[in-house]
């Protein structure tokens, strides 16, 4: 099991990303200026049918939680902190990354769940067991194809 990824919205400036689906379709020339809020991303989420917790309490809001009868990894976020400039504490707080501490089998369906909200996204393993550890994943990309080609811890 991989110990921490990082989501965020591609910056064409600054993020060497490989596309994950190299179909000769050109990088995104220019960075999203989408900054989905704490609440829309816990929604998206939740839509996806995503359990975890929040690393910072946010009055009000919370990641549905996993239920010990019927865990699933492949639905487990695990800790979930989110940050723009600063780590957001508030439902409103505007998120440009997304860690994920300790996921299950998750990653991936975490992906497609915010990308609709974040644009392109980078995805950034922190484990040396993965190769290409810094994957850009495009808004149009297909789930399936995704998951052929990676390994989704």
Request: glycine share 6%; with cysteine.
């Amino acid at each position: 099991m991989s110990w921490e990824f990082w989501i965020h919205a591609y910056r064409p400036q600054h993020d060497q990303a490989q596309p994950l689906l190299d179909d000769g379709r050109a990088l995104p020339l220019t960075e999203s200026h989408l900054r989905p809020t704490v609440a829309q991303l816990v929604a998206a989420f939740a839509d996806a049918g995503l359990r975890g917790q929040l690393g910072f309490e946010i009055a009000g809001l919370d990641l549905p939680q996993q239920d010990s009868d019927d865990y699933d990894h492949s639905r487990d976020l695990g800790t979930v902190y989110m940050s723009g400039n600063s780590p957001a504490r508030h439902p409103d707080a505007p998120v440009r990354e997304i860690t994920l501490y300790k996921p299950g089998e998750s990653t991936l369906a975490a992906t497609l769940a915010v990308r609709h909200l974040l644009g392109a996204v980078v995805v950034i393993a922190c484990d040396d067991d993965l190769e290409d550890g810094v994957l850009l994943v495009r808004p149009d990309d297909d789930p399936a194809a995704l998951a052929a080609v990676q390994r989704w811890p």
